[in-house]
T-cell receptor, first 118, second 113 residues
């Protein structure tokens, strides 16, 4: 069965420091995609970054990068030069291809609450 | 484009009542899904659909029904509400496969007493 695990319920980081949020996944599919979303206290879900299982390069989007280690089944989010506005919940998600219908579902981890200290 | 819209924003139900949460998108996305988010937790997939007439169960489907008669709409029905269904419900849509991220609605906060 597919599963996403985020082992850090909460993290505190000093402003301007870099932070790594951990995500490990489990799937038997060869083709899959990994996403990170941010959920501020207002509740909306904001897409940050995507990594495909066949992408050779790690994904980057501005201050966000994804440290993809396929053999370890990990897809950690790295935020460089953290800002106060980065305080939020962060969710790792995976898109997999299921069996008979080739339907593609997206499941989420339990999230990490990141707090940035001034 | 309005994106993904959900109604209502808030709802209070009594145990045993039924209701339908509405979700619509105007981006011509094939894939739509419903999640529930309990306090301090992640999103759990309830049901999803890869196109009109095609739906499938997610991680926590019990107590919920869905149908997809059009590309735009994907309503979620609670058959007989229970306090355990108190949660925030998110609808999301995306293009079918690949690197296309999901666009989320604003959520419906449901309380069952």
């Amino acid at each position: 069965a597919q599963k996403i695990t985020q082992t850090q319920p909460g993290m505190f980081v000093q402003e301007k420091e870099a932070v790594t949020l951990d995500c490990t996944y489990d799937t038997s599919d060869q083709s899959y995609g990994l996403f990170w979303y941010k959920q501020p206290s207002s509740g909306e879900m904001i897409f940050l970054i995507y990594q495909g299982s066949y992408d050779e390069q790690n994904a980057t989007e501005g201050r966000y990068s994804l440290n993809f280690q396929k053999a370890r089944k990990s897809a950690n989010l790295v935020i460089s030069a953290s800002q106060l506005g980065d305080s939020a919940m962060y969710f790792c998600a995976m898109r997999t291809i299921t069996g008979y219908s080739s339907a593609s579902k997206i499941i989420f981890g339990s999230g990490t609450r990141l707090s940035i200290r001034p | 484009n309005a994106g993904v819209t959900q109604t209502p924003k808030f709802q209070v139900l009594k145990t045993g009542q039924s209701m339908t949460l509405q979700c619509a998108q105007d981006m011509n996305h094939e894939y739509m899904s419903w999640y529930r988010q309990d306090p301090g937790m992640g999103l759990r997939l309830i049901h999803y659909s890869v196109g009109a007439g095609i739906t499938d169960q997610g991680e926590v489907p019990n107590g919920y029904n869905v149908s997809r008669s059009t590309t735009e709409d994907f309503p979620l029905r609670l058959l007989s509400a229970a306090p355990s269904q108190t949660s925030v419900y998110f609808c999301a849509s995306s293009l079918y496969r690949g690197r296309n991220e999901q666009y989320f609605g604003p959520g419906t906060r449901l309380t069952v007493t």
